[in-house]
């Protein structure tokens, strides 16, 4: 649906994107991941058109975006970093605007209104000042406006900035509702977001691509082994010995230890569960098991290490 | 051209929804009631005086109408030079200021539509404002009858004055976020153009042709007098024209610099 080749954006002082290059599947959610500055919101701003693009070509839908700016757009629902919102207006007086400079015919207009006021689910405020909404429900009515004529792609530049806890579940929600039968890039600096609604992750730093997999790969990638802690109650040499010939196992170190039993690091072979297997081993001999605890590397660490290793290879060239 | 009248709407009920719109109707009708009251005085004056004269000199003829409403149009005339900034001044500078400016330019418009959407709403404020001095003028229908030629003429004049400015202070008001720095900075380019001919006064004569055929009030003097010349016409078309160009441009270049 979005075919992104080589785009590399100059301005005057500074490069902010180089050689960027991917792809998003029809019906993707794909997850921008990348700190204040690494180029999200311009890499965004050039597909929606709004920015032409020093090199490199963007197509959406088989568009390219500079030669048929106005197809593209017309395919393109936008949310901005901060929802372009004129404020002085009610809730459905802008909306109607939208509706009508995004060409929705004059019959259909009311019923666009109302179906994008309940998909953000701001009925209830439809009458209000944009000015006098919290903040939540001008970032809902930012979404809504992105919605108006149901484009098939949706760019949203994180879409839950500013939104409280209840409203950002709501939030992720509706994405993946629409995920599907629309195709979605969304930005974000908040790890957990990109784990819970997209398909794939691209991770950029400093202008470019640093890492693209699904966020279950990504995880693999980086961490390179399983980790596992166990507390056993048990003598600490004879625990490390029979978890060492466990099969699967490729390392153990005692962490900590209280009261009788020890804490073990166990680190075990890629993409193998040995969970179990560490079990059986710890109660056949007879040892009490205390706990038992898959460590996985959150994206936050990922993150981290991925763009911490870009530094190192630039400092170390 | 439906894209066009939404802008066109939108722009208008934000005059509206904000004091701007009521703060310069209320002073321009303020100050068109007490220049038209003073000049209707003066002329008045005039008239006694040369009654007079004609008792002495026999009757010499006089338009009272005809002389003011030119001395009120031309009058109106300096006074909208300090209004239409303030029409122009939140264009484009509000619109960048507040983010907006990223829906217009991401929607399925052109630059183009957006540029002419705002500059006729702009246009028609004005026009409104413009229909507010046919109250003051009515007064002349109603006690005199006034040769209704030059008036129409004066109005034509000032419709298309009042677009040329309207067209700077569009363009001015891409250049930045602040619509005080718009209104100043329109303000100052309007008075350049208006006392351009004044700094002609001891140039040579080419360079005194020049400026002079720049100055933006000198072309209105043929309307007041009921002239309809091409050649001013024309430019105030082109001065319109190139301005409207430069917003384009200016637009182009602000979707470059993000």
């Known amino acids: 649906m979005i075919t992104v080749e080589n785009l590399t954006k100059r301005y005057a002082t500074k490069t902010a994107i180089e050689g960027m290059s991917f792809h998003v599947e029809k019906g993707e959610i794909l997850g921008f991941l990348g700190p204040n500055g690494a180029g999200k919101t311009t890499t965004m701003r050039i597909i929606t058109g709004y920015m032409p693009a020093s090199a490199g070509t963007v197509r959406v839908d088989g568009y390219e975006v500079f030669e048929n700016p106005i197809d593209v757009r017309r395919r393109i629902g936008y949310l901005p970093e901060n929802p372009p919102l004129y404020v002085e207006m009610t809730v459905m007086g802008y909306l109607r605007f939208v509706a009508k400079i995004k060409g929705v015919p004059k019959q259909n207009l009311n019923n666009e209104v109302a179906r994008v006021m309940e998909r953000a689910n701001i009925t209830d405020v439809q009458e209000r000042i944009i000015a006098k909404l919290s903040k939540g429900y001008k970032q809902r009515v930012g979404l809504a406006q992105a919605l108006v004529n149901d484009p098939p792609v949706l760019i949203l530049d994180e879409p839950t900035i500013g939104l409280d806890p209840k409203q950002i579940h709501e939030v992720r929600e509706l994405i993946k509702e629409l995920a599907g039968s629309h195709t979605v890039v969304l930005s974000t600096h908040i790890l957990p977001e990109v784990e819970q609604t997209c398909h794939r992750v691209i991770i950029i730093d400093k202008g470019r691509i640093v890492a693209v997999d699904t966020p279950q790969n990504l995880r693999f990638q980086v961490q390179g082994a399983e980790r596992i802690f166990v507390e056993v109650r048990g003598p600490a040499s004879e625990v490390i010995a029979k978890l060492r010939a466990t099969p699967g196992v490729m390392e153990v170190r005692k962490v900590a230890e209280n009261d009788g039993s020890n804490r073990f690091q166990v680190e075990g072979e890629l993409r193998r569960d040995i969970r179990s297997d560490l079990a059986r081993t710890i109660v056949q001999s007879g040892w009490g098991l205390l706990e038992l605890q898959a460590a996985s590397m959150s994206l936050e660490d990922i993150f981290l290490k991925l763009t911490r290793e870009e530094e190192e290879e630039k400092t170390g060239a | ?258």
């Open chain 2, 1 to 258: 051209m439906r894209n066009v009248l939404a802008i066109i709407e939108r722009e208008l009920r934000a005059y509206f929804s904000s004091p701007i719109a009521y703060v310069v109707l209320t002073i321009f009708v303020f100050l068109s009631g007490i220049f038209f009251r003073t000049i209707l005085s003066q002329v008045m004056q005039m008239g006694l005086v040369s009654q007079m004269q004609a008792q002495q000199l026999g009757p010499r003829p006089m338009d009272m109408p005809g002389m003011i409403s030119r001395g009120f149009l031309s009058t109106m005339s300096v006074i909208l030079l300090f209004m239409i900034p303030m029409i122009t001044m939140g264009l484009f500078s509000e619109e960048k200021r507040r983010g907006t400016i990223e829906l217009l330019l991401t929607a399925p418009l052109t630059d183009l539509q957006v540029i002419l959407g705002k500059f006729l709403a702009a246009g028609s404020f004005f026009v409104i404002l413009l229909l507010t001095t046919c109250v003051p003028m009515s007064v002349l229908y109603l006690y005199g009858s006034p040769a209704s030629g030059p008036i129409l003429t004066a109005y034509l004049g000032l419709l298309l004055y009042g677009l040329s400015i309207i067209a700077i202070g569009l363009f001015i008001s891409t250049l930045t976020e602040n619509q005080i720095i718009a209104a100043v900075i329109s303000f100052g380019a309007i008075m350049v153009l208006w006392l351009v001919d004044v700094m002609a006064g001891s140039a040579e004569s080419t360079t005194k042709e020049v400026l002079t055929y720049l100055s933006i009030l000198s072309h209105l003097d043929d309307f007041t007098k009921g002239v309809l010349a091409t050649s001013h016409i024309i430019f105030y078309l082109s001065l319109t024209l190139v301005a409207l160009f430069l917003t384009y441009r200016s637009v182009d270049s602000l979707r470059w610099r993000g």
